[in-house]
């Protein structure tokens, strides 16, 4: 873990050693990897990989998998709940909707992984915050009105 966070760091092959990172991540021994994860430093360096504006978006999605796998652990959370912010899931949302017309299933990707992230944030630490739901689901809706275009959207979706 330390090695692949250090590459990471580096510049090294980044979307591969994310790879490795989420890899150890999901072997038996996850709370202990998680943990180490986080006292590495690995919060901070992946929500700025998930929020630069210079990353792909493939590697906005590992680096947002990792951090999900991560939070899967209550122990995680409890130690690393206050490097993660609201705003910088906003940032992430802001970046792969904005000015982004095409019909690309990564975006919706990493759009999901950042909900189910803060979902397990809020059942790991019972902290429920009604504002960054409003402005994940109003980004949404933007998208989906930008997708269906002047036919105005596929039908029922908007009771959802």
Do not use: W
């Amino acid at each position: 873990l330390a090695r692949a966070l250090a590459d990471v760091t580096n510049d090294k092959d980044v979307a591969h050693n994310l790879k490795v990172v989420c890899h150890l991540l999901s072997q038996d021994d996850t709370p202990s990897t998680a943990l180490e994860l986080g006292r590495r430093n690995g919060v901070p360096l992946l929500l700025s990989l998930a929020t630069s504006t210079a990353t792909e978006v493939t590697v906005k999605g590992l680096a947002l998998q990792c951090l999900h796998a991560s939070c899967s652990q209550p122990d995680f959370v409890v130690a690393n709940a206050r490097q993660i912010h609201q705003s910088d899931f906003l940032t992430v949302i802001d970046g792969v909707t904005a000015g982004n017309d095409d019909d690309d299933d990564d975006d919706d990707d990493v759009i999901m992984v950042v909900l189910s992230i803060y979902l397990r944030l809020i059942l790991s630490t019972s902290v429920d915050d009604g504002t960054l739901c409003q402005v994940l689901f109003t980004c949404l809706r933007r998208r989906r009105r930008r997708r269906g275009g002047a036919s105005g959207g596929g039908g029922g979706g908007a009771s959802r």
